[in-house]
């Protein structure tokens, strides 16, 4: 091995590539930074100068050596000259871990100069971190007019990623679509479709006003609501848009529009939502949006299809109809859906109801804002949970959801009226748009300004008003696309400006988007984190007890996409990364520091990397070679393979997985045609051949391998893995060469197991597959001895759970505090810590964080939670209707049978069937003697008898601390308190008004047994 220069040979594609950088969390070594004072770096700078080298008689590298003459500290010595300097009072513990990070070559040594850049370093990033930065890049927006709109407003704008790259559609007010691209470049133009029936040479010529346009993704189509009291669906799956569907004879004008699929599941029923301006709410249930969204009869004429809306009973087998009247006294200007909670949010200029929460079903209790001058626009976070209105008060407002009093904050700044406001949750933002083209950022948590921008349109003039469409604001952020930079669109008029944001860092950063999907995961037991690499050729480093992130390199490969990964050594401080266009590169993990390049054996792609022992790699991928490399001589940056492997290239195919059983001195290697190789390494000579029997051409490639390293002591015992097609073999080293046993792993057909990976004591087998599902099996008893028949059973199945909404590429076992975790990486983006029996602990990178030792902290509390509200919610709905609470501001109408929804949202009503649409559909049979109510109430039983049996798993948790109670208790806060046992009640208990309203009463203390009591109704 030695030193070659950067501008020769393979070395060439190193100084082609994007340079890579690090950061660190801000505050991860403060403690250093808080104890050393001026006075401080003097002494410590004369003892690094008077300092002598001690030799206690360990052998010492290239680099110690010669920091012997440059006065290097040692571990030991460097903690004694810190306590001297600072005081004997000091930790050691961030001693070492300050040491380990300054020491980026590893050796065990430090100067005073990397000392002295290194305090320097972390005095930069604590200055950069402490700046609170807004979204918006320092970059000038790009705008463009549009001709093609006539001087007429864009009244919405939509961002459509498929066919990809990413376009945009405007419509205009005039009814006029137009294609651009991402540059805001128009490539072509699409006019509405007007009444047929009408004469003359412009019959099909649109007459009417567009009011609003949504995008539905899982069918590829933007839908145009107009004031001609139609829908108009344009296909948009091609480069070729053009309309097919014509749905008109509403009511009413619809003048906003809304969607929502299931993103797991894109065929399913999906949602069309539309407010209209009698503030009533239609809702379109596509039941099956992948074949059809409409019943298509032949038809000559080639123009769209036309659908009275009186006529939507006859495509009930494909799509459902349900209209909720007068939700709001004045027209709905927003509509929203929020599917966790299955509620429909909704604003108006009304100040009796500027806001309504409401679920699907109007038999529950509205939530109802009543906000002077109304609102123009909001939006919601649930994660958050945070509500953002504009209006006519050109304050912008932050409310809780739960609480309509008053609001969290209001921010003042704007002078004329908010249009439209967005959350922007990477950075805990807020936009708001106001009339005289004037864009804010907001910090949510600090309620501050952070930049005003004035979009300097040509259409803007001095004194007077710009004119703008409805919606003029678009949000592009991830995961919607998921490969596009953040920006937004605002449009003014007939231009549009486009601006950049940022992705990451900031202070007031709390939620950190995917970096592209996942392609490995590692576990670090020594430092305890988590390392990820991703297609971005970033890596990520967590720490697993909180879940916060340490470190971060970004183009750790230029743009080449990070293949895989492995840790090097028993201090695990250095991390191994190989990339698709063959390069491999060693890192400091504790600083993020570039310690070696290798020499690239092809320019094809790296599958596996193993660590024979501390300083020998062996390397393999689609070159089909075995490449070995020495990195003991840590003086060298660029590190030549060493092609001498004796066997030469044995694989016919790409080799694609890679193990290594230290005990037994042999590694593995699978490739694309099944062949699985086992060699010595000492002989550098297969041991063995072994690839399973197929009586197919097809033969499924080998995605991983995996030593079971305990069982190398039992014999007879296979201990070699493969995961083939999602059936997992079991091999032995020994013997026959045909697999000893193999099960189907996945819970579906037809997917693969990219994830294996077992305990310490190989009790368990951990499998992931691209399905996004874990399965834990229990090992402990199965083929301890070689059966004389291949043994085709499953092992007993501990656990299974879906965990990622793509396919889980790998997965770790973890040990802490002797408790079993998993940590799981997925091409969704995301990495997530799990427990033992299948609860998520959290995902790296969310807020809040986690602490791993308090279970009450984990994820799974907070579904509880949501559970339980539900829980809550359902039980309300069982209490028959002379039970129910009736405020003062109810509008009594009869009977409960009798009353029905109509009118401004402010108080829970029941439907009469005279006055509401039922949803158009199949409608399930009822058993003999079972009525529609007794059929409602079993389901609601099964319900709540699922979600008991869970909280009894999950056990008891004080959900007071996760919602307090606020000073406002509205009709959906869901409090939930724990079970009361052993409650005496007093003889002389006064009977309150509400409880005898409900005509709860009796007239002595035996007589309380009978009453219907429950904390609900109280």
Wanted: aromatic share 8%; charged share 20%; hydrophobic share 35%.
């Amino acid at each position: 091995m030695c030193t070659v220069g950067a501008n020769t040979g393979p070395w060439e594609v190193y100084e082609k590539e994007t340079p890579s950088s690090s950061s660190c969390e801000s505050g991860h070594n403060a403690c250093l930074l808080e104890e050393l004072k001026l006075e401080h770096l003097r002494l410590l700078k004369d003892k690094f100068t008077h300092h002598t080298f001690s030799d206690r008689g360990s052998r010492r590298s290239w680099r110690a050596a010669r920091k012997q003459g440059g006065r290097g500290m040692s571990l030991e010595d460097f903690q004694k000259a810190l306590c001297d300097v600072i005081g004997p009072e000091s930790h050691r513990g961030w001693m070492e871990r300050v040491f380990n990070e300054i020491d980026i070559s590893c050796d065990g040594y430090v100067e005073w100069e990397e000392l002295s850049n290194y305090l320097l370093q972390q005095c930069r990033e604590r200055e950069h971190s402490s700046r609170l930065r807004d979204a918006l890049l320092d970059t000038e927006p790009l705008i463009r007019h549009c001709s093609y709109n006539k001087q007429e407003p864009t009244i919405r704008v939509v961002a459509v990623p498929h066919p990809p790259p990413l376009r945009y559609i405007s419509v205009s007010k005039v009814g006029l679509l137009t294609v651009w691209d991402s540059q805001l470049h128009i490539h072509k133009t699409l006019e509405l479709s007007g009444d047929p029936a009408e004469e003359g040479v412009n019959r099909r010529k649109f007459k009417g006003w567009a009011t609003d346009a949504v995008y539905l993704p899982n069918i590829h189509k933007v839908v145009v609501a107009t004031s001609s009291r139609d829908l108009h669906f344009v296909d948009v799956s091609t480069a070729c848009c053009f309309e097919d569907v014509h749905l008109y004879g509403f009511t009413n004008v619809p003048t906003t529009l809304s969607s929502w699929h299931d993103p797991e599941s894109p065929g399913q029923c999906s949602l069309l939502l539309c407010g209209d301006e009698r503030g009533g709410v239609h809702l379109l249930r596509f039941l099956k949006p992948h074949t059809v969204l409409f019943e298509c009869p032949f038809s000559d004429d080639n123009g769209p299809q036309r659908i009275y809306m009186k006529d939507i009973g006859d495509h009930s087998r494909l799509v459902s109809y349900q209209h909720i009247p007068a939700v709001h006294q004045e027209p709905i200007n927003r509509i929203l859906y929020e599917a966790h909670t299955d509620f429909i949010m909704t604003s108006s200029g009304s100040d009796a109801s500027s806001v309504v929460i409401m679920s699907t079903s109007p038999r529950r209790t509205p939530i109802v804002w009543k906000i002077n001058k109304g609102v123009t626009c909001f939006d919601f976070s649930r994660s958050l949970n945070l509500l953002v209105t504009g209006g006519l008060d050109p304050a912008v407002k932050l409310w809780n959801r739960f609480i309509t009093a008053w609001p969290v904050a209001v921010l003042s700044g704007h002078s004329t009226t908010v249009l439209d406001v967005v959350i922007y949750q990477p950075l805990r933002q807020v936009f708001s748009y106001s009339k005289d083209a004037e864009l804010r950022v907001w910090d949510i948590s600090s309620h501050s300004c952070l930049r005003t921008v004035h979009l300097q349109f040509a259409c803007l003039h001095p004194g007077r008003t710009p004119v703008h469409g409805n919606f003029p604001f678009l949000l592009v952020a991830p995961p919607f696309p998921s490969q596009t930079p953040p920006h937004i669109l605002v449009s003014c008029r007939d231009y549009l400006a486009r601006l950049e944001l940022e992705v990451g860092g900031g202070e007031g950063r709390r939620i950190q988007w995917p970096a592209g999907p996942v392609s490995c995961v590692l576990y670090n037991p020594t430092l305890k984190q988590v390392t990820g690499g991703f297609d971005d050729s970033s890596v990520s480093v967590w720490d697993v007890e909180t879940g916060t992130l340490c470190l971060k390199i970004s183009s750790a490969h230029g743009e080449e996409p990070i293949t895989c990964m492995t840790l090097i050594g028993s201090s695990h401080r250095r991390l191994v990364t190989g990339a698709r266009n063959g390069t491999i590169k060693v890192w400091n993990l504790l600083n993020g520091h570039n310690l070696h390049k290798l020499e690239p054996v092809s320019n094809s792609e790296i599958t596996g990397i193993t660590c024979l022992h501390d300083n020998k790699l062996l390397v393999v991928g689609w070159s089909r070679k075995v490449a070995q490399y020495d990195i003991t001589g840590d003086k060298d940056v660029f590190v030549r393979a060493d092609m001498s492997w004796k066997s030469g290239q044995q694989h016919r195919a790409d080799i694609l997985a890679i193990d290594h059983c230290p005990a037994l001195g042999i590694v593995a290697t699978g490739s694309h045609d099944g062949e699985v190789i086992v060699w010595t390494l000492d002989t550098q000579r297969p041991l063995v051949h072994l690839q399973r029997d197929t009586c197919s051409l097809a033969v499924a490639p080998v995605d991983v391998l995996y030593f079971l390293q305990r069982r190398v002591g039992v014999r007879h015992t296979p201990l070699l893995l493969s995961s083939e097609a999602g059936g997992i073999y079991w091999w032995s080293i020994t013997g026959d060469t045909h697999p000893q046993g193999q099960f189907y792993a996945p819970c579906r057909e037809e997917q693969c197991v990219l994830g294996l990976s077992s305990d310490l004591e190989n009790s368990i087998l951990v499998t992931a597959d691209t399905a996004g599902s874990i399965q834990v099996w229990d090992i402990s008893q199965y083929l301890l001895s070689i059966p004389h028949e291949p043994h085709s059973s499953r092992p007993p199945l501990l656990h299974s759970w879906g965990a990622h909404e793509g396919a889980v590429v790998s997965v770790e076992v973890q040990v802490y505090t002797e408790m079993l975790f998993f940590v799981s990486g997925s091409v969704d983006g995301t990495i997530k810590l799990w427990t033992g029996e299948g609860g998520l602990v959290g995902t790296f990178g969310q807020e809040p964080h986690w602490k791993l030792g308090d279970p009450s902290s984990y994820h799974i509390y907070s579904d509880q939670q949501n559970d339980m509200m539900a829980e809550e919610k359902e039980g309300r709905e069982e209490r028959s209707e002379s039970e129910r609470v009736r405020t003062s501001d109810l509008v009594s109408r009869g009977s409960p049978e009798e009353c029905h929804f109509e009118g401004p949202v402010e108080a829970e009503e029941a439907p009469s069937p005279e006055n509401q649409t039922e949803p158009v559909g199949p409608q399930e049979s009822l058993a003999p003697g079972q009525t529609q109510h007794s059929k409602l109430y079993g389901s609601v039983q099964r319900k709540m008898a699922l979600r008991r049996g869970r909280r009894q798993a999950f056990g008891d948790i004080d959900v007071n601390r996760i919602f307090p109670i606020g000073r406002v208790c509205m009709p959906f806060q869901a409090l939930a308190v724990q079970d009361c046992q052993d409650v005496f009640l007093p003889k002389d208990l006064p009977m309150s008004p509400q409880m005898q309203r409900q005509t709860l009463s009796c007239v002595s203390e035996a007589g309380l047994s009978s009453l219907q009591l429950s904390i609900n109704s109280l």
